[in-house]
T-cell receptor
Framework: GENVEQHPSTLSVQEGDSAVIKCTYS??????FPWYKQELGKGPQLIID?????GEKKDQRIAVTLNKTAKHFSLHITETQPEDSAVYFC????????????FGKGTTLSVSS | SAVISQKPSRDICQRGTSLTIQCQVD?????MFWYRQQPGQSLTLIAT?????????ESGFVIDKFPISRPNLTFSTLTVSNMSPEDSSIYLC???????????FGEGSWLTVV
């Protein structure tokens, strides 16, 4: 089955800096890669996702890149703000209806002002 | 997207008792999943809730411990049976809307077993 590795486990940056979180996956059949943000006391919130027919996707300060050959994908947050502080999870699955997500272990991002 | 409501949002439970968590979605969805998130950990899939049939459980999770129902396309329940302190976790309902292959999560049910 699928296995998703996520690094780093913790990341501390200064406000305004960029943050990068990386994930690798094992199953070459996986072709859907979402990222979730989980704030304290809340459920995971989808912030961006990418499918295997695209190498990069951007939404304002957030971008995701995918390298299918190397089986890794990354989340990039630019101009970080204190409200970006949260736990971020990457996940992978086959892009078929009914396929559950397999999650990485999460990255705790702290943005200090 | 989909609006997902989970009840209860939090509970403190006595060891040996059972608790049923409800998940209600504001629109019909194709798939409903139940995840567990132990304190400070990632999300682990418990099972896929199948409409009108038995749930499909992941390795390490069994129906006797985590019975699941899904009577229609907008509602599911997860029961945590004969609870022990090790069951203290966040239990999360997630859904895949009819409109596409994107998965959304509820706010979770935070259970503490004492």
């Amino acid at each position: 089955g699928e296995n998703v590795e996520q690094h780093p486990s913790t990341l501390s940056v200064q406000e305004g800096d960029s943050a990068v979180i990386k994930c690798t996956y094992s199953d070459s059949a996986s072709n859907y890669f979402p990222w979730y943000k989980q704030e304290l006391g809340k459920g995971p919130q989808l912030i961006i996702d990418i499918r295997s027919n695209v190498g990069e996707k951007k939404d304002q300060r957030i971008a995701v890149t995918l390298n299918k050959t190397a089986k890794h994908f990354s989340l990039h947050i630019t101009e970080t703000q204190p409200e970006d502080s949260a736990v971020y999870f990457c996940a992978a699955s086959e892009d078929q209806a009914g396929t559950a997500l397999i999650f990485g272990k999460g990255t705790t991002l702290s943005v200090s002002s | 997207s989909a609006v997902i409501s989970q009840k209860p949002s939090r509970d403190i439970c006595q060891r040996g008792t059972s608790l049923t968590i409800q998940c209600q979605v504001d629109s019909q969805v194709t798939m409903m999943f139940w995840y567990r998130q132990q304190p400070g950990q990632s999300l682990t899939l418990i099972a896929t809730a199948n409409q009108g049939s038995e749930a499909t459980y992941e390795s390490g999770f069994v129906i006797d411990k985590f019975p699941i129902s899904r009577p229609n396309l907008t509602f599911s329940t997860l029961t945590v049976s004969n609870m022990s302190p090790e069951d203290s976790s966040i239990y999360l309902c997630s859904v895949e809307p009819l409109s596409g292959n994107t998965i959304y999560f509820g706010e979770g049910s935070w259970l503490t077993v004492v």
